[in-house]
């Protein structure tokens, strides 16, 4: 009998690319950070300053035909982080907050603060 793989879920995440969020949890417990990317799939956000390694690159040329060379050396990245080890900052309160999801009258989905209970309406940013 062949087994065929599940695909792992997609989790419902209430944080977005440019939200401001709290390390909870691991190396980088009690710093403050705002979300670059948001990885749903795997269960993880890329948040600036946060979670951050060195990868070691050999020189080269990119891969590319003229494209000038690449500099060899140590780089440092920010790796992804669970998304369970961030919690979500109230712009209005400024403390780390879980949060409610709201629909406003005009129908538009948001978050809302535990705390205080400011709705934070976010601004669809264009590619």
């Not at 944080?15 to 390390?23: A, K, L, N, Q, S």
């Not at 670059?36 to 050999?58: A, E």
């Not at 060899?72 to 400024?94: L, R, T």
């Amino acid at each position: 009998m062949i087994k065929t793989k599940r695909l792992p879920k997609r989790m419902k995440m209430l944080i977005r690319p440019g939200d401001t969020v709290e390390v909870i949890a691991g190396k980088d417990k009690g710093k403050r950070g705002e979300v670059i990317k948001v990885l749903p799939w795997q269960g993880k956000v890329i948040v600036s300053g946060i979670n951050i390694m060195k990868r070691h690159v050999k020189a080269g040329t990119g891969g590319r035909e003229g494209a000038r060379a690449m500099q060899g050396g140590i780089v440092d990245f920010e790796a992804p982080i669970h998304y369970s080890n961030v919690q979500f900052v109230c712009p209005a309160c400024n403390n780390r907050t879980r949060v409610a999801r709201v629909v406003l009258p005009n129908g538009q989905k948001t978050i809302q603060c535990k705390k205080c209970g400011h709705v934070h309406e976010r601004i669809r940013q264009e590619k």
